[in-house]
């Protein structure tokens, strides 16, 4: 049980395979593919397993990550 919070971190970021998520409002991004931005706390939502406006997403990957998103 003691690796259930390192499961949930590596769910969460599979979620980003193969898009580079962008913060725009901070000099940050991750990952490498089509670029995926959002607002600097949307993008902390995202890492932290809560939800996104389909609004807040924008880009050449958006409708990729937030189909993973949906789909819990």
Known sequence: MNDLPQLIRTERLARLAGVQ?????????????PEVHAAGDAVL??????????????GEG???????????
Request: hydrophobic share 35%; no cysteine.
């Open 21 to 33: 998520l962008v913060a725009d409002d901070y000099d940050w991004s991750y990952g490498q593919g």
């Open 45 to 58: 939502r995202i890492l932290n397993g809560r939800g996104v406006g389909s609004g807040e997403l924008t």
């Open 62 to 72: 958006a409708d990729r990550l937030a189909a993973r998103l949906t789909r819990g």
